[in-house]
């Protein structure tokens, strides 16, 4: 009764002194609230394909389409779970270029429209393979909701929630829902993703914390390190270099991290990734009292094997995109992506081999550890001592950390437990860390709390 007690003094006086706040759980209604805002706002911002976005249908139309995919994604159909896609558009809505065409990008259009309800989602979606297909969708003045036909999209939008640099197939600027799980839906607007349901929770891409200022500032050391070795490298060899826009090495990091807990997420093991601040190198790398590494690297070039290839890359892109536009002009994430080039592709390669490596070296028990720099220290890491540190914990709600809920330790296992702890020790330590279910989140101290935010894509394995 005590204990009860006290947990719930603790809970209230984090709520009045950090504004944390209540849990309050969304449904497919919320979501379509959501929807609405989101894609006016794209429409405003003027996105890239603003002009080419499709209107959506009334209120009672969307909720209709999502509330429908709601209720399947809790159904099995044969003991087998379901995973599908979906696309409010028309069939001549799809490919239609040259570009489309290349890259397999086709319709299959039934004779004769099929209903839209569960019962045909249901038996449709194990039909589909989610990576390469979408069930397509139309609404009609006079029957309202059909099942038009499928449409076939290849695999290369995964690159985008995977990490990658492979250009994805066009899809029309439509409604698309993906359903990944029990309760579990995204909403998009053609490739792009603009919120997701889970656990009763609504996140969107403005909620990533990779994109918050604090990470960016936390890696700006890195990025600036990087640029002043590679002007160098310019200057010596006198060459007619393009610039490298400031905002590439943050993007190829981006997917770098985006690749890393993708690979883990489908390891089905989960595991734990540190990284350790600069100033902060020699510490981990040798005997501490914080963590014990079972496998050290030696200190040799080995170790940072990212900062090599990512020089090599800025070298490769900065040269051919000289050669093509001159030396004024500024390379960025985009160059990279359209450039097709053996050496680019080789070095391509390499990035994200390297980003399967270190997650792999996490199906080992205990955490991998790194630097900001992520030159790889070692793995097998176990977070030493007595694990004692208040009974609480910050759930994020924004990239920032400006909005939070509480949440207990009690909740989750010892991987997450020995993280919070070593994050409250040593508040300069940052944490990814992957449960066995392929839930991710980022864990550092934030705001006099140790914090944490949900990765998200929450579920895409």
């Keep these: 009764m005590f204990l009860r007690f006290s947990l719930s003094v603790e809970v209230a006086t984090l709520f009045f002194k950090n504004k944390l706040y209540p849990m309050v759980h969304k449904y497919p209604k919320d979501l379509v609230f959501e ?30 389409l999502v509330s429908t995919c709601y209720q399947v994604s809790q159904m099995q159909e044969e003991a087998r779970g379901l995973r599908f896609r979906i696309m409010l558009c028309e069939p001549e809505d799809i490919g239609g270029d040259w570009r489309s065409e290349s890259q397999g990008l086709f319709t299959l259009v039934f004779s004769k429209p099929r209903p839209y309800n569960e019962y045909e989602l249901l038996k449709l979606g194990p039909s589909t393979d989610y990576n ?90 890195v990025r600036d390190e990087l640029a002043l070795l590679h002007e160098r490298n310019r200057n010596q060899k006198k060459a007619e270099w393009a610039q490298i826009d400031s905002s590439f090495v943050p993007a190829l990091y981006l997917q770098f991290f985006k ?13 734990t990734i540190i990284s350790f601040p600069a100033g902060m190198e020699e510490l981990v790398a ?11 690297f030696a200190e040799d070039g080995g170790r940072n094997q990212l900062r ?30 359209s450039l097709h080039t053996e050496e680019l592709a080789q070095l391509d390669e ?11 070296l996490t199906g080992v028990d205990g955490a991998v550890v790194t630097t900001e720099g992520l030159e790889l220290i070692g793995f097998g890491g176990i977070i030493q001592g007595t694990m004692e540190m208040g009974g609480s914990v910050a759930l994020a709600l924004d ?3 400006v909005r939070r809920q509480v949440e207990l330790i009690e909740s989750v296992g010892t991987r997450h437990r020995s993280l919070y702890y070593l994050c409250y ?24 709390m140790v914090t944490c935010w949900d990765v998200i894509p929450i579920d895409f394995t």
Excluded at 259 to 271: E, L
């Design 308 to 337: 090599k290839v990512v020089l090599q890359i800025m070298e490769v892109l900065a040269k051919n995109c000289g050669r093509l536009y001159g030396p004024d002009y500024n390379a960025g994430w985009q160059d990279y992506v």
């Design 259 to 271: 690749h890393v807990i993708s690979t883990m997420r489908r390891s089905g093991h989960g595991g």
């Design 35 to 64: 929807l609405l805002a989101l894609w006016r706002l794209g429409s405003q911002a003027g996105e890239s394909g603003g002009a080419g976005y499709k209107r959506l249908p009334n209120f009672d139309v969307l909720e209709e």
């Design 350 to 360: 390499r990035i994200f081999k390297f980003a399967r490596f270190i997650a792999r």
């Design 132 to 221: 390469n297909s979408l069930i397509g969708i139309r609404n009609t003045a006079s029957g309202g909701l059909q099942i038009w036909g499928l449409i076939h999209s290849g695999s290369k939008w995964m690159h985008l929630i995977h990490g990658g640099s492979k250009q994805a197939t066009p899809l029309p600027a439509g409604l698309g829902i993906n359903i990944v799980g029990s309760g579990r839906l995204i909403v998009c607007r053609g490739q792009d993703i603009l919120a997701q349901l889970s656990g009763g929770n609504i996140t969107s891409p403005a909620m990533n914390v990779f994109q918050s200022q604090w990470v960016a500032e936390r890696f700006g050391r």
């Design 286 to 296: 040798h005997d501490n009292s914080y963590i014990d590494l079972k496998y050290r």
């Design 425 to 448: 020790k040593l508040q300069d330590v940052l944490g990814i860390i992957v449960s066995q279910d392929a839930k991710a989140r980022v864990v550092t101290w934030s705001r006099d």
């Design 399 to 401: 990239p920032e950390a």
